[in-house]
């Protein structure tokens, strides 16, 4: 019994010794006395068995511990991707042969290296930015470079992340080799810059082969204009038959006068005056025929009608020696394109029509063209004849290149397939041919440059 408990029983009862105490008191005590020593006796079996068992779980743990540092161990071998366990002082911690194997390090020279050291190279994040995103619970994932064992660069895929072991944080690097992506990447970039160097290659050859399609067609329209040659030197020849018959006339007659001494201010005035004005008709009519084939170099805005009637004025004699009637009708507008070209299409579209009408030996030819407006953004002219038409079975060939019904030289096929690439591709509009009673028609329709007529 605890001494502190005997002298407050001795003290109670005021007597020196237990024996001097009641019997009833002495057994309660001496009760007391045996739990006492019962439970002394519990107590060092308690304690002893809290000793076994306190050795058997720390043996325990140190075992679970050993058990969970081999399985991590093992776990980290086995990963397809690099390991480094980082404290946060910056000690490599642990790392797996596969970051070994690629960066070329032997465990032993590895674990020499400091985390600052080893990130020194990196370009994106220092060690320190690294731990404090750790410290923040914040991962990070981005692409860097490892310094290999040789000095190389290595391109890496790097995630971080909190690993605790034994109860205390540590930093987390995981890394993939990713050589084969950037040189992927790489080849990427450059299939890409050949294939922009490609495209812009063939950017300047597309633009070269439209310079010579252009070219091209230039040359097919002076062609043209040169298989017209004959028959527009056959209008000029007609055009200047009256006026040169007139000069010869004028200049006989000054001999006459001059015998039957008619000469005088009068007579000399109407004799100049007639033959300038002669000169003058046919000096145009050069004019005409040069800027006829001076071909146009640019899109402008020109007026239709007068760039019909400048070739009225050159082919009308030649169609009245053949008893074909050409009539203009409609108002003027503005159009945009190319004048002297247009006026190449006219030519062709009207001596297709007198072709056809003689070939069908008509007594009253007749050639219509007219200019209307069609819409707020096309004038439309038409030209049509009573020729007889074109044949059903060759309606639709008519517009190819160096396609011809003419027989032997008198046609090079190329005259109406020029007017519709001077129509459609040069000017923007449209050249349509259909069959009308007892002929045909062509429908032109050119961009217009304004919506009034012209006064």
């Excluded at 290296?113 to 220092?126: C, N, Q, R």
């Excluded at 009708?329 to 297709?352: A, C, H, M, R, S």
Aim: glycine share 4%; hydrophobic share 40%; with cysteine.
């Amino acid at each position: 019994m605890h001494r502190l408990l005997k002298r407050q029983i001795k003290k109670s009862f005021a007597v020196k010794s237990f024996q001097e105490l009641p019997d009833d008191i002495t057994k309660f005590i001496n009760l007391v006395e045996k739990t006492y020593e019962s439970f002394d006796i519990d107590k060092k079996v308690l304690e002893h068995t809290i000793k076994v068992n306190t050795e058997e779980l720390n043996k325990f743990n140190r075992e679970l511990e050993l058990d969970g540092e081999l399985r991590l161990k093992d776990l980290i071998e086995q990963v397809p991707y690099g390991i480094i366990i980082i404290d946060y002082q910056g000690h490599i911690i642990d790392i797996n042969q596969f970051a070994c194997r690629v960066l070329g390090y032997e465990r032993s020279d590895f674990m020499e290296l400091t985390a600052f050291k080893l990130f020194d190279k990196f370009s994106k994040y220092s060690f320190v930015e690294i731990k404090n995103s750790v410290l923040e619970d914040k991962n990070l994932s981005f692409d860097d470079g490892f310094e290999n064992y040789v000095g190389l660069r290595l391109p890496v895929e790097i995630a971080t992340g909190k690993l605790v072991i034994k109860n205390s944080s540590h930093v987390l690097i995981m890394f993939q080799d990713i050589i084969e992506r950037v040189q992927a990447e790489n080849m990427e970039l450059e299939r890409r810059k050949e294939i922009e160097e490609l495209n812009r290659s063939l950017e300047v050859r597309v633009q070269e082969e439209v310079l010579k399609n252009l070219e091209k067609d230039q040359l097919l329209i002076q062609q043209s204009k040169m298989a017209a040659m004959g028959d527009m030197m056959g209008n000029i020849a007609h055009q200047w038959r009256q006026p040169l018959n007139t000069l010869a006339i004028s200049i006989q007659d000054i001999e006459e006068a001059f015998l039957f001494d008619d000469l005088n201010e009068e007579y000399i005035s109407n004799f100049t005056k007639l033959s300038m004005d002669n000169i003058a008709y046919m000096s145009k009519t050069i004019d005409d025929f040069r800027n006829f084939f001076k071909p146009s170099k640019r899109k402008e805005v020109f007026k239709i009608k007068l760039s019909i009637e400048d070739i009225l004025q050159i082919v009308e004699t030649q169609l009245k020696n053949n008893n074909i009637d050409i009539t203009l009708k409609g108002d003027d507008y503005k159009v945009i394109g190319y004048p002297n070209e247009f006026k190449q299409v006219i030519i062709n579209l009207t001596n297709n029509a007198k072709d056809a009408i003689l070939d069908n030996q008509l007594q009253n030819g007749r050639i219509e063209i007219e200019i209307e407006k069609y819409s707020d953004e096309f004038i439309k002219i038409t030209v049509k004849d009573n020729g007889g038409g074109v044949p059903i079975d060759i309606l639709n060939k008519v517009f190819e290149p160096y396609f011809t019904t003419k027989e032997g030289n008198k046609g090079t096929g190329i005259g109406l397939y020029m007017s519709k690439t001077i129509i459609e591709e040069n000017m923007k509009g449209k050249l349509i041919l259909e069959n009308i009673e007892n002929g045909a028609e062509f429908s032109i329709l050119l961009p217009s440059s304004k919506d009034e007529v012209l006064k």
